[in-house]
């Protein structure tokens, strides 16, 4: 256990490492950084200040110190100023994570309670009114485009039934009117992802032969489900559970947006139609520790349900 462990942790330093280094590489194949600070004030700057410029930023050195130096401030929280209000970056994200997190969190627990049980009631009734239910909703979750569905719920309950607001978030998290909209909007098609990944890892475990030597040692129905068939088959729901969250928290630029969302998406949306460098870079370094942390929290489940994992 302590070696695997060891080496997911090597492997996720890697990850990291190279993440940074594939950053910096493109925010320097994007030209000289320089550019941005002159296309800011619209006129220019003048050829003193662009050599200036030049030593502050430290281009006068070679790429790998230059490479040193930025991962340095990035390590130190120095993640620059944003182009458009020169503020800075760290702190524009800081402020714009929680309300992204507090958002794909209910997304992420509304598509789990709905997905998974009804992958598995879909599962063991196959073939009954149940599994017709369950496999429909899989394929209207799938085939109803994220932003249809946001502006539908609007249209019917926020304009027509004025049921429930239209937008944002409040200001407590416990204002679950604010929340009901967006979540279903971005927990749908998660959900009905859910039902067909237990669903058809379920039916494949249920046909198994320990199955039926379980099914003939007189097992109870309860226990056949859910200790022999539920958790053998989780591998491939787990493997989507560690993705999802942190594609609700990365990827949620189309329903942040319909509601008016501050989050880090809409954040990520408003830098790139602003030119907003900086912005951009501090966004895809938050994603992509994200993801990496997600990864190696997924590994150490994996090792937790399946010893052959935990011990090969």
Known sequence: M????ARRIIFACFALIGATFITFGLSRAAGDPRYLYAQEGGYGITPERWEALGVELGLDKPIVWQYAVWLGNILKGNWQDSLLDRKDVFGKIK?????????ALTSYLFAGIIGIPLGVLSAVSRGSLWDYVGRGFALFGQALPVFWVGIMLVLVFSVKLRWLPTGTLGNGFFEWKYYVLPTITLGWIAAATYLRLVRSSMLEILDSEFIKLARA??????????????????????TFSSLLLTGFITGA????????IPGLGRLAYEAINNNDFPIMV???LVWTFLYVTM???????YALVDPRIRYG
């Open 217 to 238: 040692k007189g097992v109870s129905y309860q226990t056949l489900i859910w200790k022999h068939g539920f958790r053998n088959a989780l591998i491939a729901p787990l």
């Open 95 to 103: 402020d714009r994570l929680p309300p992204t997190l507090k958002f």
């Open 253 to 260: 630029v189309v329903t942040e947006t319909i509601f008016a």
């Open 295 to 301: 990864n190696f929290l997924t590994d150490l489940i």
């Open 2 to 5: 302590i070696t695997f462990l």
């Open 282 to 284: 501090g966004v895809v």
